[in-house]
């Protein structure tokens, strides 16, 4: 039989459903100090119950600096457990697997009380006008320890899965790209292209929570000039399956400056799927499995996708925050009439649900 939007999948020792995942934009439903609220667990208890296979939480930021913007989940937090356990149990009883994103802004990360900024080392990018340190050795051993936690404590709160944020302007992606990284010592390019950091990161995971999916979000380009392409997401992709990555979440562009803007690559003048090529491209090289992001709006869509070997998951963003009941359609994508998304950029909070629709995302389920 052909795999298609409705066929399981063994993903390491788990078995997903289907071949839908709910993508991870932030929620912004936290609080100041970056504890979960009801409201979060409320809008993940909603993701799951749409039908898809598993949910990524939002990008968690692995420490109280690795924060990209205001009510931004801190997984570092003494007083996170419980409320990181609720939304895990919450996805579970809706269906779906729970797996956690780690996240670290680099650069990007907010500043707070005149602390300065530390990155990569300075970005070679024109708009960035922040004066940003490089990471000292020490900062950066530091950084790699608090992964480490971050992935204990969502492994104790019963996560199934631990997604490594490498892409969307992340520390690993500027570790990876020849616009934020000239350093010159063993994390600098020269070492792996920069890969050396995220195998770092990924070892350390797969000592501490071996029995967790292990995904990891991927920039295939950088679509900046002199930024990275596809030949050098390949080879980091080849080092990071061997450290034990389970999974690609692919994606594409590089943001520097502002990790909430929403990259035009995925906006209103883009193409419907606009990375598939490139995803498969990717996947037939280094033969291992991949979600394929951006701008999927029609389960027909998606079901081509995954029969013609693009990929081997579609992961929905803002469509689903459109289109909840778009999974339902899955094994029926002729009878799907949900109207496509805008990318009118309005739904920044995700969990403020699609205003267009003057309808809260809770009660179109
Ligand atoms: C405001 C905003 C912030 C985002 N931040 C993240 C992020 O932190 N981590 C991530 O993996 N994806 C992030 N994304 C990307 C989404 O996960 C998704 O891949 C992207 O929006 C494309 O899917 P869509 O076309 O269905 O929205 C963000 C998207 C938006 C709109
Ligand atoms: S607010 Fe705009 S971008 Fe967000 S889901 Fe609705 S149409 Fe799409």
Redesign the pocket.
Known sequence: MNSSLTSPFNLGSRTFKNRMIA????SMTCDFNGLVTAETIEYYQRLAETGVAAV?V??AAVSASAR?WTKHLDVSHADVLSGLSQIAEKIRRGGALPIL?L?HAGCNSLTFEGKRLYGVSNPLIKKTTADIRPLSLEMIDQILRDYIEAAVVAWNAGFSGL?V?G??G?LIQQFLSPLTNTRDDEYGLKNAGGAFFARQVIRGLKNVTPDLTLSM?LSLKDLLPGGNGIKNAVAAAKLFKQEGIDVF?V?EGLLVGN????HPA?GKEAPETPFAEDAQIFKHEIDHPVIL?????RPAAADQKISRDFCDFV???????RNPRLPSFAGKPEEYAGLP?L?C?V??A?AKGCPDKHIPFARII
Do not use: W
């Not at 992001?293 to 709006?297: E, T, W």
């Not at 992961?315 to 925050?321: A, D, E, F, K, V």
């Open positions: 993508a991870p934009p932030p990524i939002e990008g990209a994103q996240y997604e944020q892409a969307d992340s979000r979440h994606t990790p909430i803007m929403i995925v992001s951006g701008k999927i709006d992961s929905l963003g803002r469509t689903l925050n998304c990318r950029k739904c920044i995700a």
